[in-house]
C-alpha cells in the first residue's frame, strides 16, 4: 500500500491509518488500521470515506478526533478527487461539513497530497497546498474550523 494517510490519535493513543493505492495503481483502498506500538489492527467501522489515496489526515484536539480530507480515488489524471471531510473518533468515520471560512461559501477545492497538521500556537488545524486536478500545484492555506 503506498500514499496512504497515517496520524497520530492521542484519545486512543494509536497511530491510525487510512486507504492508500497499490504499487501498480489498479487498487485503492478504504480500509482502516491502528497501530499501537507493536500490533496493526485492521478495523471494520461502520461506516467509512470512498477509497482514497493522497489524502491528509491529523489530529484535532478541538473535536478529540481525526480530520481527514482530499484525496482521489483511482491512479491517472482521469481520478475523481475528492473535497470531502471526514472525522475518525477511534470508533467510526463521520462525514462532516466544516463551518466555511470567509467569504462565507468559501471551501478548499479537490485536490491530492495536501499537507495538513495542527498549529498548538494558534489551536487549529491548518490545510496547505496538494495537487489539483487539473495536475496544478497549490499554493493556498486553509484553517479547519471543525464541523
Aim: net charge negative; proline share 8%; charged share 10%.
Amino acid at each position: 500500500m503506498q500514499i496512504a494517510s497515517m496520524a497520530y490519535d492521542p484519545s486512543s493513543d494509536q497511530v491510525v491509518l487510512f486507504g492508500g493505492i497499490n504499487s501498480n495503481g489498479s487498487a485503492v483502498y478504504n480500509t482502516t488500521y491502528t497501530f499501537d506500538g507493536s500490533t496493526w489492527t485492521a478495523l471494520s467501522p461502520s461506516a467509512s470515506p470512498l477509497p482514497r489515496w493522497g489524502a491528509a489526515l491529523a489530529y484535532n484536539p478541538v473535536g478529540d478526533d481525526l480530520a481527514l480530507f482530499a484525496g482521489a480515488g483511482s491512479s491517472g489524471f482521469a481520478a475523481p478527487y475528492y473535497d470531502d471531510t471526514w472525522t475518525w473518533n477511534a470508533t467510526t468515520w463521520t462525514q462532516v461539513t466544516p463551518v466555511p471560512a470567509s467569504p462565507a461559501s468559501a471551501y478548499p477545492q479537490s485536490r491530492i497530497d495536501p499537507m495538513m497538521a495542527y498549529d498548538a500556537d494558534t489551536s487549529q488545524v491548518v490545510l496547505f497546498g496538494g495537487q489539483a486536478s487539473s495536475g496544478s500545484g497549490l499554493n493556498d492555506t486553509w484553517i479547519y474550523l471543525g464541523p
